[in-house]
């Protein structure tokens, strides 16, 4: 059974930087693409960054590129999510996820970890 267990978030001020640690575990993932989302009250659930395990090609929302980096360590299997310059508007839950699709784009989600809360300050 694939899990995903989240860490890292916390509450910074605006400009501060967090590291978003993901574990994974019960699979092997050289299929898969792994990534963070995030949900901030009120709105919907909303892409931020992705890697293709295999490959290591990434992408990013428009909003988060040059302030956001995911990363991935192969032996530990575990997925990074490094935030600088964050924003107030970056404030959200952020889900790590597990899914298919081609590169490095998601068409399916397989499995969601529980979430870990950020919040930014101004």
């Known amino acids: 059974q694939v899990q995903l267990v989240e860490s890292g978030g916390g509450s910074v001020q605006a400009g501060a930087s967090l590291r978003l640690s993901c574990a994974a575990s019960?699979?092997?993932?050289?299929?898969?693409?792994m990534g963070w989302f995030r949900q901030a009250p009120g709105k919907e659930r909303e892409f931020v960054a992705a890697i293709n395990w295999s490959d290591g090609s990434t992408h990013y929302a428009d909003s988060v590129k040059d302030r956001f980096t995911i990363s991935r360590e192969n032996a530990k299997i575990m997925v990074y999510l490094q935030m600088n310059s964050l924003k107030p508007e970056d404030t959200a839950l952020y889900y790590c996820a597990a899914g298919k699709g081609p590169g490095s784009y998601y068409r399916v989600i397989d499995v969601w970890g529980q979430g870990t809360q950020v919040t930014v300050s101004s």
């Open positions: 019960g699979h092997t993932f050289n299929s898969y693409i």
